[in-house]
């Protein structure tokens, strides 16, 4: 019998000593521990933390349904892509410089014209000076003047530093009727 209300006892103790320790989660229980040891205090670090909101695909009543299908419900990507995006970075690196390797070689294929064709869509001056370069010196492309002084012009604009020389020195070596076809 003394046992029984010894337990009793050390069980209504207990119960009546501990404030709020209800938490309906773990974050809850996390800031009880923290007012618990501040005197009731909660410091800012704790009361900006929030839960973040997940969007999982499917509920609990839905997965038990195997032909319920959720409509407008956004899903959450949990693998990370750094590493993909990492590969694919290098990888396009290498393909440019793949392909100044093969107009340094006089080995160019159309897949390096392709590259250096994309890159000069995408503005790159650099690019620009290469291809204009290929046009003068007919390299992976037929010869062509005029087209090599407009993008040397174009590549004197991205203040590309030896462009407008090389335009002027394009320009000596076109033929009047290129010349003509310039200025129209």
Known sequence: MLKTTTIIFCFLAILTSVDN???AS???LYRDVIRSDNQG???LFVKNRSTPELHIEKSLDQITEPNHQIKDAP???LSNDRRQ??????AKQLKWENAIKAVQQN?????ELEEINYRVRMGDAKAIDILAWMYTKGIGVNQDYVMAFNLYRKAEALKVPTASRNA??????????????IKN
């Open 75 to 77: 899903s959450v990507k």
């Open 21 to 23: 320790t209800y938490s």
């Open 168 to 181: 002027a020195l394009v320009y000596k070596a076109m033929s009047a009727a290129q010349r003509a076809s």
């Open 41 to 43: 205090y909660l410091p």
């Open 107 to 111: 080995n160019v294929t159309p897949l």
């Open 85 to 90: 995006q990492e590969a694919l970075i290098k």
């Open 26 to 28: 773990l974050d809850e």
